[in-house]
């Protein structure tokens, strides 16, 4: 696999900076469909959904659990890579759980995606997305709630730091609090190891979302219209935080 050195440079006005020790794939590089759907991935590591990962991304989050560390911040995963399947059944659950209360369809769909993703559309098939809160803090019943890293929330001194110091090892906020994005809901404890996830997302533009979901039968696919679809990409997959596009 081509890689090449990823010299200190800003990506447009208030691009992505990252330190010269990085190195971004090439964009040229090709992704299997199955890679970018969550159905296996050649530089996966980790043996349990908490410890699986991009090997590049599992090299990065050392590096900053060891910085974090010395500001007595244990960085600790509540979830790394997650496959097509267990998406799937995470999503199935739900659908099927909100269609027994005698919520329609569309309407049950339309809950869902407030944070969970559609089978085979998840950053996290990637293996280069974490969802990390502070295991040295107290652990709310809940623990990913926005309200947990800021104001009095346990999190807040893990949030702060990341807010300064997670881009110097190439990691960024996804789905942020600013007022104008659309698509899921605020996320503060959802990273992502830009040097592999921007061209992994570059490639997955490619997709046929909406034959992928039906081939792959997901339940209620069939109310996956044209225009479901189109809103779901953009809003949804498209609609993050810029330094990661």
């Known amino acids: 696999m081509k890689r090449r050195q990823f010299i200190s440079t800003t990506i447009a006005a208030g691009g992505l900076v990252l330190s010269p020790s990085f190195r971004l794939f090439s964009l040229s590089q090709v992704y299997t469909r199955n890679q970018l759907i969550g159905k296996g991935n050649p530089d996966l590591r980790g043996e349990s959904y908490l410890t699986t990962m991009h090997k590049d991304t599992a090299i990065a989050l050392q590096k900053m659990r060891g910085a974090a560390s010395q500001e007595g911040i244990e960085l600790e995963i509540v979830s790394a890579y997650?496959?097509?399947?267990?998406?799937?059944?995470?999503?199935?659950?739900?659908?099927?759980?909100?269609?027994s209360k005698?919520?329609?369809?569309?309407?049950?769909?339309?809950?869902?995606i407030e944070y969970s993703t559609i089978p085979g559309t998840s950053r996290h098939h990637w293996g280069t997305d974490l969802d990390l809160i502070d295991g040295n803090a107290p652990r709310p019943k809940n623990v990913l709630q926005a309200a947990n890293f800021h104001g009095q929330g346990p999190f807040c001194k893990m949030k702060e730091w990341m807010n300064a110091h997670a881009k110097e090892f190439g990691f960024y906020e996804v789905?942020?609090?600013e007022p104008t994005r659309k698509g899921f809901k605020y996320e503060p404890?959802?990273?992502?190891?830009?040097?592999?996830?921007v061209p992994m997302l570059k490639e997955y533009a490619s997709l046929d979302v909406k034959a992928i979901l039906s081939e792959e039968k997901v339940l209620g696919n069939e109310y996956f219209s044209d225009a479901f679809i189109k809103k779901y990409r953009a809003e949804?997959?498209?609609?993050?935080?810029?330094?990661?596009k």
């Open 82 to 99: 997650r496959s097509f399947q267990r998406q799937k059944e995470i999503f199935e659950r739900k659908y099927r759980d909100f269609r």
């Open 102 to 112: 005698g919520i329609e369809p569309e309407k049950a769909i339309e809950k869902i």
């Open 175 to 177: 789905y942020t609090d």
């Open 189 to 197: 404890w959802h990273f992502s190891y830009a040097p592999v996830s």
């Open 236 to 244: 949804n997959i498209f609609d993050i935080n810029p330094l990661l």
